[in-house]
């Protein structure tokens, strides 16, 4: 885990608020190229497996997947390993790890006052909430509890 300011476990990863979705934190085509591996559940792959996939729906060139799959790797997103002339890729973590990671992120970038409006707003969600969520909810705060956190 890094302690560089950028995260649990992602570095180089700056908060765009203005984006949606993954593209708050990761570019288009690296939230793209993400989105193809956790959706694809592939457990290792090469660049031509993520450049194969995009190519179904658009022309991209094979050296501009590559540059950015080394980014995702330098932001530690994904590992690799040396397999042959060529590198094989894994997922470093989930997504649903990694959306967990940049809210933490976002939160802790924030003063005081900003997690104070945040606490403030996500009981305000929480009141809107259906009973599936709030259910989902509660076992997470009883969880907590359980495991003696502050």
Do not use: C
């Not at 700056?14 to 990761?26: K, N």
């Not at 995702?72 to 894994?90: F, V």
Request: no cysteine; net charge negative.
């Amino acid at each position: 885990m890094h302690t560089d300011g950028y995260g649990d476990g992602v570095k180089g990863i700056r908060i765009r608020p203005e984006q949606e979705g993954l593209r708050t934190s990761l570019f288009d085509l690296e939230a793209e190229i993400m989105e193809v591996v956790w959706g694809q559940r592939w457990e290792e792959f090469a660049v031509a497996d993520v450049h194969e996939w995009l190519e179904k729906s658009r022309e991209i060139a094979y050296t501009t997947v590559m540059t950015t799959v080394s980014r995702l790797a330098n932001k530690e997103l994904l590992t690799r390993r040396k397999d042959g002339r060529r590198y094989l890729y894994q997922p470093a973590m989930s997504r649903s790890d990694f959306i967990e990671s940049m809210t933490r992120e976002v939160l802790r970038s924030l003063p005081p006052v900003g997690q104070e409006t945040a606490v403030a707003l996500l009981v305000e969600r929480v009141a809107e909430a259906d009973h599936g969520e709030l259910d989902r909810l509660e076992a997470l705060i009883q969880a907590r509890r359980r495991r003696g956190d502050r």
